[in-house]
């Protein structure tokens, strides 16, 4: 229901495009106009591009991780299709939509084939020297998601997130970021422990970032990020701040980035 609203209101606002639409003049805008352009489907206002994504593939040795008798194994994936939709409107606005379906495969485990999901709506305004976000997402799925749930198991995902990007100067800019999620797990009768009870949870994000380029296609950064973790069960004593310190990228020109930071992590109970 929630993808559907969010694609209701993207058809709506298609009333409102063009086909025209400003990059501005910084990367980041840049980097946007090429996505749009390399689309490589045309639905009237809309461009599309489609991918396949295996996201997982393997072979498990313990499925359960312990809590059968006997552990069980199997072959398993995750793939499905992605789409990403863009749709420019008047001039220096663009809205994104990312969507992507996944199938769990087991083998032989046949409770835990299942269907995962993702999704992510943004907003862009996009001016000469300046990129504002605003966005929210959504996510449900099952997986191992951490060492607390060492079996698979549902969790749900909802996310709001914004941010302002500015370069004042052909190589130097800066982002600063906001990012709100609150994850709800699910149960699962082969565990006596209580995911939703343990682990429900808003965790609240803070972060900037300094780039510098170096060529056009590496760009230095660094990165502070500060975070708080406010459990929903109030006997749960695990509510706490991160601070991610400094990271930096001295690489770009793989298509990736390579990250070297420290992070510190505060429970406040003691």
């Known amino acids: 229901m929630f993808v559907l609203i969010t694609l209701a209101a993207a058809y709506i606002l298609s009333a409102f495009a063009q086909k025209g639409y400003s990059s501005g003049g910084t990367w980041l805008g840049r980097n946007l106009e090429l996505q749009i352009k390399n689309a490589g489907l045309n639905l009237g206002p809309f461009r599309v591009r489609t991918n396949f994504t295996l996201s997982n593939a393997g072979y498990d040795s313990n499925v359960y991780y312990g809590a059968t ?58 001016f000469n020297r300046l990129v504002a976000s605003a966005g929210v997402g959504r996510s449900e799925a099952k997986q191992r998601w951490n060492t607390e749930t060492d079996i698979p198991i549902f969790r749900k995902e909802d996310s709001i997130q914004g941010s302002v990007f500015w370069q004042p100067a052909s190589m130097t800019s800066f ?31 803070f972060s900037f970032t300094a780039y510098r380029e170096i060529s ?55």
Request: proline fraction near 5%; charged fraction near 25%; aromatic fraction near 20%.
């Open 69 to 126: 008798d006997e552990p069980i194994k199997d072959l398993t994936f995750t793939a499905g299709p992605a789409f990403d939709i863009y749709l420019p409107l008047k001039k220096k606005i663009i809205f994104h939509i990312y969507e992507s379906p996944q199938y769990v495969y087991f083998k032989e485990t046949e409770r835990e084939r299942t269907w995962n999901n993702y999704f992510q709506g943004q907003l862009y305004f996009v």
């Open 175 to 205: 982002n600063f970021s906001y990012r709100m999620a609150r994850y709800d797990y699910g149960e699962s009768g082969l565990a006596a422990f209580k995911y939703a009870e343990k682990l429900n949870r808003d965790e609240t994000y």
């Open 216 to 270: 056009a296609r590496t760009r230095f950064f660094l990165d502070a990020e500060y975070g708080l973790f406010d459990f929903a069960n109030p006997a749960t004593k695990k509510n706490s701040k991160s601070y991610g310190g400094l990271e930096f990228s001295p690489l770009g020109k793989i298509g990736g980035m390579v990250k070297v930071g420290y992070r510190q992590f505060d429970s406040l109970n003691p």
